[in-house]
């Protein structure tokens, strides 16, 4: 298998979690893509990878069989179905819920921090302050969120841990390599659970570079 990305994306670093919980990382190609932006500008960089995947984002798996999935959380669906080892989306339905649920909060604040970046690079009396606000409310609360919950998650000692759990531990990751970010403030609860599981071989194996 293929996998185009970056080092520096959560939506990468989950799938490469998933697939070193379940012992099948060497069976994946990595493969660099060129994507983002011109600089200080919103002009997105020409880029192979809308060839195999339209919105021309990571990750994007290419399959042995020459199958192009993208999204996160559709590639780990596949690569649960690879190998023997037990799957990171749990089978019971009431934990499978569970962790799908966490993951798509997750991935809606990801994307708010994202779109808080791509907002800011423009010029600042361009800069619309209302969505600015929205984003950053719907970043509060789903920290809030996780902040309230963090300490009932799947048990950190398992084999695999499950996808919420991998899923909250990218986003915190994310907001912790940037020292200045506004949201990388001490949280009790998040920081004790994510002191705990950086603590695995696939976290410090994908750990991204610091801004």
Do not use: C
């Not at 990468?12 to 011109?38: D, H, T």
């Not at 009431?94 to 966490?102: A, P, R, T, Y």
């Not at 969120?145 to 991998?166: C, K, Q």
């Amino acid at each position: 298998m293929k996998l185009f990305h970056v080092s520096w994306s959560p939506f990468v670093r989950k799938v490469m979690i998933a697939a070193i919980e379940r012992n099948i990382e060497n069976q994946i190609e990595l493969i660099e893509a060129n994507i983002g932006f011109a600089d200080k500008t919103l002009k997105i960089v020409e880029s192979e990878l809308t060839n195999y995947n339209p919105s021309g984002r990571v990750p994007t798996l290419i399959t042995d069989s020459g199958e192009n999935i993208y999204d996160s959380t559709v590639i780990v669906h596949y690569l649960d179905t690879i190998g023997d080892a037990a799957p990171v989306i749990p089978i019971n339905n009431h934990d499978k819920i569970k962790s799908l649920k966490l993951d798509a909060l997750v991935q809606e604040v990801i994307d708010s921090l994202r779109l808080i970046s791509h907002e800011n690079r423009r010029d600042e009396n361009k800069r619309l302050p209302d969505y600015l606000e929205a984003l950053d409310s719907k970043i509060k609360r789903g920290l809030s969120i996780l902040e309230n919950e963090v300490l009932n998650f799947s048990n950190l000692t398992s084999n695999p841990i499950d996808l919420g759990a991998i899923s909250v531990a990218t986003l915190i990751g994310t907001i912790k390599r940037n020292s200045q970010s506004k949201y990388n403030i001490p949280r009790k609860n998040i920081d004790i659970w994510f002191d705990k599981i950086q603590l695995r071989k696939s976290l410090i194996e994908t750990k991204p570079p610091n801004i």
